[in-house]
């Protein structure tokens, strides 16, 4: 039993130098569904999911997502997920959000570990210029701690399997 115990803290400390202390990654997906002509003139549908995700060890006070300002006539909503399933249940973030000069910012506060906020954005029968004005080269996430691009899902599965992988090895 002690040797178990002892394997699985090896294997806890391993996963915890697998992880930085300050780490955002998000990452973004378009689908256009096409256009057509509508009575109106020709409209288009599309969907985007703009995944934002703390994957670090430590809270972030304030993360902020930049969307193009052709955002602001999409219909945007959010989710909040837990990408661990951890057991210590904390409190969603206040998300808020603002239109500057050709943007429009969402605010995150405080953005906890194991946290990815997905914002939905939906556009039906919009102009076919405003379909394709979200492209991923236009978002941009601030934060204090280290922001890359990536999908926040994936990286913790793959870290996770990476602990479990070096827990599996054989000691020496």
């Not at 006070?61 to 057991?87: E, G, K, Y």
């Not at 939906?122 to 991923?136: I, M, S, T, V, Y």
Request: glycine share 6%; proline share 6%; hydrophobic share 50%.
């Amino acid at each position: 039993m002690g040797i178990a115990a002892a394997a699985v803290g090896c294997a806890l400390g391993v996963a915890a130098l697998l992880i930085p202390a300050r780490e955002v990654l998000y990452s973004s997906e378009l689908t256009e569904f096409g256009c057509f002509d509508a009575p109106a003139g020709r409209g288009c549908a599309a969907w985007m999911r703009v995944s934002v995700g703390n994957t670090g060890n430590v809270e972030q006070d304030v993360v902020l997502l930049h969307l193009p300002a052709a955002a602001s006539r999409w219909m945007i909503s959010t989710r909040v997920f837990d990408i661990r399933a951890s057991t210590e249940r904390r409190p969603d973030p206040v998300i808020a959000h603002r239109e500057v000069a050709q943007a429009l910012v969402y605010e995150i506060r405080p953005l906890p570990r194991n946290t990815v906020v997905d914002f939905h954005l939906q556009c039906l029968f919009c102009a076919p210029e405003d379909a394709g004005a979200l492209r991923a080269s236009e978002i941009r996430v601030e934060a204090a701690a280290k922001v890359r691009q990536g999908d926040p899902r994936t990286l913790t599965l793959l870290r996770t399997l990476g602990a479990v992988f070096a827990f599996l090895l054989p000691r020496g």
